[in-house]
Structures are given as C-alpha cells and as structure tokens.
C-alpha cells in the first residue's frame, strides 16, 4: 500500500478514531479542529474522550511520526491527497439536519485546496449534500475541478476502534474514477486483506441514503421491540425470550432487539429526524420512521411514570439513585441519552437525584449541574428511595443485591434496562420492576 497524507477535519468520536485508524493503515494523517484546548489536549498526550483503545491507536500513530493535530485548516489542507470532513451536523430547531458545520468545514479548507486533492464528507448527510458541496467548492475555488466524494461511518460509540480497524461495510459514493482510486488507496489495508471488508461503492446519493436507512432501520427495531416489551408486560410474557426468538431468525437477527428506555444517542434520534424531513422534502413521507420517532419520545414520558409508580409517596420528595448517565454503556457520551431525560425530568420535579456513572460523570456534571455525583455506586444508592439503573453498565449487574436493600431507604429498584435477574432480585429482598419482564423468574 503507498501511504497518502490525509487531512482529518473534526477531532470528535468520528474524526479521532478515523484519524488514529488511517494512522494505523500507515497514512500519514493530520487531525483539525477548531476548539485549541482540544488539539492541545491531545498534542500533551491527553485522549478527550473515552473510548476503549482509542489512546494506544493515537499513542502507536504519534510515536511513529504518522500522526499529529493543529488548528491550522491550511497546513493541514494544502499538501493533503484526501481531505475527511468528519464535524457534526446535529439537529436543527426543525428537526432537519443542521449542515452549518460542514458548510464552516469546507469554507476553511478551500482555500488550501490543490488540484487532485479528494475531499470526502464521513459526517452523516443528507442526500445530495455531497453535490451541495461540490458546488459550494466550484463557487469559491472556481480555478479548481475537485472532486467530493461520500464515505459514511457507521462506527458504534464504545467499540468505534474495533469497528474501524475491522468494519462490517465499506460503503463510497463517489462519482469520478480518480475519487474512487483515492478512496481505494485509503482502505486498501482492509479491502486488500485475506478477510476483506464488504464494500459498496456507489454514487454519492446512494452513500448517503444508506447511511440514514441505517440508522432509521436500527430505530425501528428499537422502538419495535419496545412495543413488543409493552405486550409482554400486559400479557405475562418475558420480553427476554420473546426477543430471543424473534432474533434467532435469520432474516431478522438479534441486534437491536433489547427493549430499555428509548433509544438515544449522538446518532439515531437526529438521524431519524433528518430522514423524515427529507422524505417530506422529497414528497415521500416516512411513516415507519415518523412512528418509531413517536414511540420512542412517548417511552421517555412512560419511563418516568414508572418510576413515580414504583416510589412511594410524591416523587419530588423522594431521593432516586440513577446508575448511569451516559447513552449507553462503553462511553462517556451524554447525547440525547435517556438517563439525561429521566434525570432532568426528576429535577424538574423537585426530586433529589444521585447520580454514578463510570465514564460519563465529568460531562454529566457540565450538563446537568443540579444533580449530585458519586463515583461509588454504593453512595449513590445510600439513603435513595429507590435506585433507578438507567444504563447498561456491566459494573452494575454486579452489584450486591442485598447491600442495595441495606443502603437504600427503601429497596425499590427500577431496572429501565435488564441488568439483574429478577429472581436474584426478589430473593434480594428488592421489591423489583423491569422491562417487559415477570416480577419474577417465577411470575
Ligand atoms: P463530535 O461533536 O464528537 O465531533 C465533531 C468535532 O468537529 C468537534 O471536535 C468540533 O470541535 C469539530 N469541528 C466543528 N467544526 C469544525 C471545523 N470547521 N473545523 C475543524 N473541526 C471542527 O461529533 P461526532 O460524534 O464525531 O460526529 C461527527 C459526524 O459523524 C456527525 O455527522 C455524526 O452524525 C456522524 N457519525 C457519528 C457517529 C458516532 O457514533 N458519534 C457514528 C457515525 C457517524
């Protein structure tokens, strides 16, 4: 494989981990970001966020020379073969997906651009952003023919080094032949592999579209399963076993299959958004996705009168230990994360809550600064009346049963996401609800 010099821009859970993994493909890689703290950060050696083997990837790239970070777009820019846009493109007000950042991102790196250089969106887009962008480059670089191309990452938070070094797809949307050779040379080290990478090379429109069917098919699933954990519940069946059964066919699978809270999440609820819009746009309304969207945002509302129903007395004068903060186990993410929604909506309530999370208590302290943190879990839940487990942190499946009802005001626990075995519990003496579960093995 002939290394190339690529420009990474955006040094957030996308940007990091792809520039750390096309260091370690053996390209030289320079990652951009706007905010100085963070590329201080990580010029000290520092890895600002958490995710599993993300600081031994940058540590091996920087050690070998292939990998440094600046917040100078131009040096980074003008002699790069390939340039990955990788900054956010969160939610706007509508619901549509805010392409101001990408737009910022192709502003700034324009102006450093040379002939032949490949500029490629990994950001999640809507279809023909690409082409918007294209035409954003001929405008303010007229004297250049560039070339954009559309590569989508479908990375999952907790697991994005190993979903990087060994992705399930490969999907390009690019739509000259120099586009698609430069994309080829950049994944060469998994294309031309003994176990090589599926690969989708496609036009730009299909690239894009694949990546917000993705996530809206996941969502789906998702809010699916949590109707059927519903039924469950009504009709003594175990959402466990039903799940299991259901994902044991093949042509439907077991991923995605685990009822909790709600989907959350940097990802699927702006994705979700962003695909209605654009089918609206478009004149083809999403009615599958429009319903998993009301499914879910109607859970957040349910998971709360849950918990009001399993606390005795008012719950804003209750104290409630929350495990879990982050949107899932495995990351210090608190993006649109259910247990943020719990949280604040308890607050809003006047309830005292305790929060512990193992990753996620330093942006959670930021973002929701009127609960109160404990890094011991036993702390949390001490005095609490009740303990709500928000995420599905393995830590927390190992708890002592039996010290939580010893700690606790009141041994009222609330298991939003299947961690304990409700026998285990019951024998516990916890008095114990779950999802779409039997109050016991023997209910
Ligand atoms: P993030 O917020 O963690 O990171 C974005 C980074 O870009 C930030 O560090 C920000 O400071 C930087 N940035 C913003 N504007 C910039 C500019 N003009 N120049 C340089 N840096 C700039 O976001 P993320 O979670 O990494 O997501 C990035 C994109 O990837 C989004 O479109 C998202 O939908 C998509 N995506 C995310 C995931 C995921 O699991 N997080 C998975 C697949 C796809």
Known sequence: MSPLKIAVIGTGYVGLTT?????????????????????????????????????????????????????DHAAAVSDADVVFVTVGSPTTARGTADLSYVDAAFRQLAPSLQPGTVVVI??????????????????????????????????????????????????????????????????????????????????????????????????VKLSFIN?????????????????????????????????????GGSCLPKDTQALLHSGRAHGVPSRLVAAAIDVNEARKRQMLNRIDTAVDGPLGDATIAVLGITFKAGTDDLRESPAVDIVRRLIGLGTRVKVTDPEGMDNARITIPAAEYFEDPYDAIDGADAVVIATEWPEFAKLDLA????????PVVVDLRNLIDPAAAEAAGLRYTSIGRPRSSAG
Do not use: C
């Open 227 to 263: 109707e059927m954990a519903d039924l469950s519940e009504e009709t003594g069946a175990n959402i466990e076993d039903v799940a299991r059964g259901i994902g044991l066919d093949p042509r439907i699978g077991p991923a995605f299959l685990q009822a909790g809270p709600g989907f």
């Open 403 to 410: 010290r939580i009802g010893e700690l606790a005001a009141h």
């Open 19 to 71: 520039a750390a993994a096309f260091s370690h493909f053996g390209h030289q890689i320079t990652g951009v970001d706007i905010e100085s703290e963070r590329i201080d950060a990580l010029n000290d050696g520092q890895v600002p966020i958490y995710e599993p083997g993300l600081g031994e990837l940058i540590e091996e790239g920087t050690d070998a020379g292939r990998l440094r970070f600046t917040t």
């Open 122 to 219: 990994k950001s999640t887009v809507p279809v023909g952003s690409t082409h918007q962008m294209r035409a954003l480059l001929s405008d303010l670089r007229p004297d250049l023919d560039v070339d954009v191309a559309a590569n989508p990452e479908f990375l999952r938070q907790g697991r994005a080094v190993e979903d990087l070094l060994d992705p399930d797809r490969l999907v390009v949307g690019a739509d000259s032949d120099h586009a698609l050779a430069v994309l080829r040379q950049v994944y060469a080290p998994i294309l031309e592999s003994d176990t090589a990478v599926d690969a989708v090379f496609t036009d730009p429109a299909g690239a894009e579209l694949i990546k917000y069917g993705s996530n809206a098919y996941l969502a």
